[in-house]
């Protein structure tokens, strides 16, 4: 690692990628913006930002989906029996497990991208690949 070139804002490689995925304050934004912007070379990097933009993009998109299908299952729950509205707890765990796995994910990737190592998400992965070269 020593002899690989500065990332985004003069970091090594490896912990620019690694801040790529820091979920805090838009750290992650920031950071996978600036390194796709500035790096055009480093595959270590331009691949963890595109995969940290990427599950950002998953993410709100299931957060989005989660609330309109709970005012759904309300508005269904209002029309017809107060007994459909015991849908909303299964939904609720569906949305634990999914927001769950997100952070997992985030984490793992977050260190295998400070060790230097390109970690594919199962499906995200390959669209970051692709998209980062």
């Given at each position: 690692m020593n002899n690989?070139?500065?990332?985004?804002f003069g970091m090594d490689v490896n912990v620019a990628a690694g801040l790529?995925?820091?979920?805090?304050?838009?750290?992650?934004?920031?950071?996978?913006i600036?390194?796709?912007a500035t790096?055009?070379?480093n595959k270590l990097a331009?691949?963890?930002?595109?995969?940290?933009?990427?599950?950002?993009?998953s993410i709100i998109v299931g957060y989005?989906?989660?609330?309109?299908c709970m005012f759904v299952v309300m508005l269904l729950a209002a029309a017809t029996?107060?007994?459909?509205?015991?849908?909303?707890?299964?939904?609720?765990?569906?949305?634990?497990?999914?927001?769950?796995a997100?952070?997992?994910?985030i984490i793992i990737s977050m260190i295998k991208a400070f060790q230097g190592e390109i970690f594919r998400l199962p499906i995200i992965g390959n669209f970051a690949d692709n998209w980062s070269n």
């Open positions: 690989q070139p500065k990332s985004a790529a995925y820091l979920p805090f304050c838009l750290v992650n934004v920031v950071f996978s600036a390194i796709l790096d055009k070379t331009r691949f963890h930002a595109v995969q940290s933009l990427l599950i950002l993009a989005i989906l989660f609330f309109v029996h107060p007994m459909v509205a015991m849908l909303i707890f299964v939904l609720y765990i569906l949305f634990i497990a999914y927001a769950l997100m952070f997992v994910g």
